[in-house]
């Protein structure tokens, strides 16, 4: 059972070097529950562009993705050796060590991505019990579309095609919104 992390009010500006620190932190810690659980491993954040990582909005979307990671976990019957939940001011993550072939895993993750709106916004990692990591290109599947305009996400990242408070407002659509799609 996943868990919820608690809503937050500090919403506090990230520097490059603090998320690049994070992010090799969470490698570490990946390769740490690879090396303990010897078995799947799922790191889950949230894509959500600008310099504040962590606020309401993204503590919202955190959940949900949490919320459907536990039903997806349920309905295809995983068994669920650790997970645990970091409360970060560089965004909120989540590990799961999870007894099922990693492909598997990937694929199920991608789909649920497709079905909930605010899928879009989930990032799940997988890596198998040798700490290799499936992205879609390995499945020759698609790679995301940006929230604005549908094109590949990287592309419009990359050129800053679209202002922050354009893609903040979709992040706000797809997150309130009720339906799966």
């Known amino acids: 059972m996943f868990y919820p992390l608690p809503d937050t009010v500090e919403q506090t500006e990230i520097s490059l070097p603090e998320l690049l620190e994070s992010r090799d932190n969470r490698q570490a810690r990946q390769q740490e529950w690879i090396g303990l659980h010897q078995v799947t491993l799922i790191s889950f954040t949230v894509v959500y562009p600008g310099p504040v990582k962590d606020s ?95 094109k590949e996400a990287k592309i419009c990242a990359r050129h800053r095609t679209h202002q922050l408070n354009d893609i903040i407002n979709q992040i706000e659509v797809l997150a309130n919104a009720s339906d799966h799609g």
């Open 56 to 150: 309401s909005l993204v503590r919202q979307v955190f959940n949900q993705g949490l919320n459907a990671l536990n039903q997806i976990a349920q309905n295809r019957q995983w068994v669920l050796l650790a997970q645990q939940s970091f409360a970060l001011a560089t965004g909120p993550e989540c590990l799961v060590a999870v007894d099922a072939d990693a492909i598997e895993v990937k694929k199920a993750l991608i789909e649920s991505e497709e079905l909930y709106s605010v899928g879009r916004l989930w990032d799940f990692d997988v890596f198998d019990a040798n700490g290799q990591q499936y992205s879609r290109s390995d499945l020759n599947l698609p790679p995301r579309r940006c929230l604005v305009c549908e």
